[in-house]
């Protein structure tokens, strides 16, 4: 009788495996693929950029907006990179 419920509870831990694992590689495919794509809108502030400029002041306004663009990939790597080590902190640490 006990060796029926060994049997389960490891077909259970399995399964869980399984199924957690499943999860996590969708959640960390979406989470990669929202972090590869142009969110911060680089291609509409280009497309509606003032049309009177001259040419230094159009390479001053590619590079302000290049560096904005840039700063926020930044911010949001570090926010990416806190909530990836928050989570085991908070699974293994934050119990106690």
Known sequence: MANRYKVRAIRN?????????????????K????????????ADRMKYM?????????MKYALWQFLITVACSILAGILMFILIISIPYLLFEGWK
């Open 13 to 29: 831990l399995g399964s869980a495996g399984y199924t957690a694992g499943k999860y996590a590689g969708k959640a960390t495919e």
């Open 31 to 42: 989470v990669f693929r929202y972090m590869a794509t142009e969110n911060y809108g680089m």
């Open 50 to 58: 003032p049309k009177n400029l001259g040419f230094i002041d159009t």
